[in-house]
């Protein structure tokens, strides 16, 4: 089935829009066989992505004093709640209650395109759906305890992290399999802050802490039958992400295509066992980029990322049939001309290589 994937497009996660009618009309108007639910930031705060996945996790509060959102393990339900956390955590993966996950929605007051995707794709019924949750390591190294330290580095408040986010996504899965039974759920975690790992930030951190939270989230996505993805719009050691339990890689290929490409022989096992490069290949974070595109250049991108590989030695029709097209990140900071280009130029680039190599994905 995920092989109907070849060559489609979809966006990544923000929009700028401040209607979220008007944002799904975008998105469904010109990515129908891959539609997104996209985080408008513009409708609320709490779209945010730091903040969007919040609701009923233990321990994470916000402070109007200093307008952050951290962990407080000394709040005297704390310890409760994060029983509470891991019991249905057990039951749900262990035991398949499934009714425990909509403790754990995204609510409308964190989404307002959420409940109007799920009618869209109940009535359109696309080939693949694609939800997303922020990746654990960004959010880890993002939320703080009271001292501001790091949640990531606490083993309890990480374990909070990976079990909360990992709720979060499946609700998402389940409730795209309710509206549209045989779409293929996808969901992207987005790990920005993976592009620093191994600098001084973050030196302290290993390949295994980071893989291993990944993992636990993909691989109770995958038994539930998505397909999981991780998005990073900078440089970072690629082979670490492949490491991960995951079905697709998502990078900025407008900017950095050379970077996938010194790990030739990890992407060529990847794709060899199914894997995906979701090429990141509209410059949503180069307005002057953006604005002197066209389908025709940015195929030529896409083009010039691909062969970058085939001179590894690894077979073009792989890749091809391995390949979709997405922007470089979200679009959530261009205004509403630019995105609406980005998401425009998708749909036009999809149409050319499906017309190009349309005999060599059929095979």
């Known amino acids: 089935m995920k092989e109907k994937l070849s060559l489609c497009t ?13 944002a799904l009309n975008l998105i469904f108007n010109k990515l129908p066989n891959f539609p997104v639910w996209p985080q408008l930031s513009k409708v609320s705060v709490n779209e945010d992505m730091l903040i969007q996945y919040t609701e009923n996790i233990p321990g994470i509060v916000y402070d109007e004093k200093d307008n952050r959102w951290y962990f407080d393990a000394e709040k005297e339900d704390f310890y ?32 307002s395109s959420i409940p109007l995707y799920l009618e869209k794709i109940a009535q359109t019924k696309p080939l693949a759906l694609k939800g997303q949750i922020i990746g654990p390591f960004t959010w880890g190294t993002s939320l703080v305890d009271r001292d ?19 709720l979060k996504a499946l609700w998402q899965v389940i409730q795209f399999k309710k509206c549209s039974p045989l779409s293929i759920p996808v969901i992207f975690l987005d790990e920005p802050t993976m592009s620093q790992f191994g600098t001084s930030a973050f030196i302290t951190v290993s390949k295994e802490d980071i893989t291993s939270c990944i993992s636990e989230i993909s691989s109770v996505l995958r038994r539930f039958g998505a397909i999981v993805g991780v998005h990073c719009c900078g440089k970072t050691d690629w082979s670490l992400v492949i490491d991960c ?20 022989t990890n992407v060529e096992r990847f794709l060899q066992k199914g894997g995906f490069i979701a090429w990141g290949i509209v410059p949503t974070l180069d307005v002057e980029a953006l604005k002197n595109s066209n389908a025709e250049l940015l195929v030529e991108k896409f083009e010039y990322a691909k062969d970058l590989l085939v001179k590894k030695g690894i077979d073009e029709e792989l890749i091809i049939k391995s390949s979709i097209i997405t922007p470089t990140c979200g679009a959530g900071c261009l205004n509403m001309q630019l995105a609406s280009l980005a998401i425009e130029y998708l749909q036009k680039i999809e149409d050319i290589l499906k017309n190009k190599y349309q005999a060599r994905v059929a095979s």
């Open 10 to 22: 979809t966006a990544i996660g923000s929009l700028p829009h401040e209607n979220p009618v008007d």
């Open 80 to 111: 409760e709640k994060l029983e509470e956390l891991f019991l249905d955590y057990e039951s749900v993966i262990n035991d398949g209650n499934l009714d425990i996950l909509d403790k754990y929605a995204i609510s409308q007051d964190f989404s």
């Open 148 to 166: 501001k330290k790091c949640a990531f580095y606490d083993e309890t408040l990480r374990d909070v992290i990976i079990k909360g986010l990992t």
């Open 245 to 264: 339990d995951i079905d697709m890689i998502n990078f900025d290929a407008f900017s950095f295509a050379e970077s996938l490409s010194l790990y030739s």
